[in-house]
């Protein structure tokens, strides 16, 4: 028999079928469910004395899956792991080998036993042909892929395990936990509102002015009913070659801030509509060109992420779990990358698709690739895509578990990689600018779509509200029917989505594509940050642990070192740096650092005070957190002992069913949702933002 060991149940159910319909009786694919092996929670399980070894035990639950995959080993004349192919699957194919003796571990180095017996294959699709490919080719335990996951893995324990007691100390509550990366990602958010409280709001107008021009049908007949109006929508953008608008440059903590504004305020801005509205206007000038806009690259990690909490409001974490599905389900390729490459077998069999589907002339003569822009990108692993070219392969699998949200992502997935290999859409762009007597300059861009290409399928919207350009002449004069003045004020940088957040972590090396899901929703679950309308801000508790580290640790919790950490790890996989050394150069200063800091004893005081009173004995009431999340609670605790939940209320927003105020609750899970505040008198509940933004307001 030969034992092929997978992760999951789905994955193993997905390659016992291809097995059994390609008559391979030989095989038994196991699951190992994950992790095996890992560093226990109750101590630090590092041993600093002997080169950072790893103190790894069976993971309790998983007793029974190890002694079972020794059984199966021992009856097996060879093992096969499939694991997937990053480093958290080849460190669980690592432990998997490690119980069945075919690994001898020497730390800090590792090597293996009994190399016929063994076998590694790696893919990036669960299909026939990737399967069977992979097993004609097997390779060897990538050892270097393992090292920098231990690495990762063993840093990680270090800063948590060192940092988190100081925090317990300072701030008084014993689940505080400190990251290497978590941290950064919070302070991120964090840093990002005191530059929303530290930006200084302005007032400005903004005037655009609705220009008509009356185009004759018979121009003998002035009042012909064949007659009709072009009207044109420009905007004021100088008087005399001084422009009115004027765009401000800041320098913020992840990059830089540009925002604009114009030079008209309310004192001027009647005095300059009478003056436009008295002037004479003409087309001063038409400039015409042609575009080429190309399609976006193939879904990345990052990438898919961001679309899906756009397009559908998923969290990272919900689409990396339907991705997951997607992939064990043999639809997909693995999801967890940061390349854009496409393989040469799906741009052909792409062109084919698209000439069958849409005509040759949306397909290209040769295949479009893609140059991936993160200098960190794995470039033997490709982009997302589908695994066939067939956009309704969701709804063909006889799948209960497949649910509409999987064929939403999926046909995200397939739509953005099939449009790589489509025609580039040609636009005609038309900048009209529109000058009156006293000098004042109006200027409108309009666009017609020539040729759809790629929008046919990425855009479908687009395309079919396209117009046609009016027909205007340089010269033609035009009268100013509607002048719309609007107020407007400066835009401060925004606060972080899960989508913008993920975005600037990969602009700055941070993390890698396996762990933006699991940090964002660590320091939700730890009510470090709180969503509120799909954006991130930072509790107090959150502002002050991020605070204390980043002032204590500068070195430590910033975006260049954990960029450069992020790179180390890279060389490591790639055999270009000693993990010890690493972890050495690591921990020297950071225990020193440690060692400075333990001798602070102030303490961080994160209670906000509210305007309620105690009901018990009229002290103030304050906002304290639990593990649970924040409460209200007596401030003359131990005296007074009351607390009661705390509640977030939705403004001006009430309930349907009996006209009570609407508040945020979570379920045990952290879900979000919104109620009444009278339940349980009142049930009233929902999950979606949308339903609670239609309902009546409190007057």
Known sequence: MKLII?????????????????????????????????????SISINFSNNFKPNYEVIVKKKKVVAELKRLGKKSRQVILATDPDREGESIAYHAAYFLDLIKEDWPKASLKNGKKMQRIVFHEITPKALFDALKKPESLRLNLVEAQQSRRILDRIVGYELSPLLWKKIGK?????????????????EREKEIRDFKLEPYYQLTGFFKKRIIADKTLQSAPEARETVVKAKLVSKDGQPYEEKITLNLFAGIYTYSKTNISKDSVELLKKDLIEDSYKIANLKEDVILRYPPPPYSTSLLAQDAFYRFGFSSKATMRLAQDLYERGLITYHRTDSFNLS????????????????????????????????????????????KLDPKATERKADKKITINHRRLYSLIFNRAVATQMKEAEIKNLTISILGDKGYLFESVLQQVLFDGFLKILNPKFVASNQKLPDLLQGDKLDLADLEVKESETKS???YNEASLIKILEEKGIGRPSTYAPIISLIQVKNYVEKEFRYFSPTKLGEAISDYLAKSFPGLFNLEFTARMEENLDKVAGGELDFIQLLRDFNNPFQDELKDKKQDKSVIDVEEEVSEKCPKCQSALVIRY?????????????????????????????????????????SKSKRKFYGCENYPKCDYSVWKWSEIKSLKTSS
């Open 626 to 666: 639990s593990k649970f999340g924040k409460f209200l609670a007596c401030s003359s605790y131990p005296k007074c002992k009351f607390t009661k939940p705390f509640l977030h209320f939705i403004k001006d927003k009430l309930c349907p069913k009996d006209g009570g105020r609407i508040v945020v609750r979570f």
């Open 174 to 190: 014993n689940w505080l936990s400190a990251g290497r990366v978590q941290s950064v990602v919070l302070r991120l958010i964090v």
């Open 493 to 495: 940088p925004p606060r």
């Open 344 to 387: 040469t077998k799906f741009v052909f069999s792409a062109k084919d698709y698209i000439e069958k589907e849409y005509g040759k002339k949306y397909s290209l003569t040769k295949p479009r690739g893609y140059r991936t822009k993160s200098k960190l990108a794995q470039e033997a692993h490709e982009a997302i895509r589908p695994t």
């Open 6 to 42: 997978v992760e999951s149940p789905t994955k193993a159910r997905t390659f016992n079928r291809i097995l059994k319909a390609n008559n391979n009786p030989d095989y038994q694919v196991f699951a190992t469910l994950g992790h095996i092996r890992d560093l226990p929670s109750k």
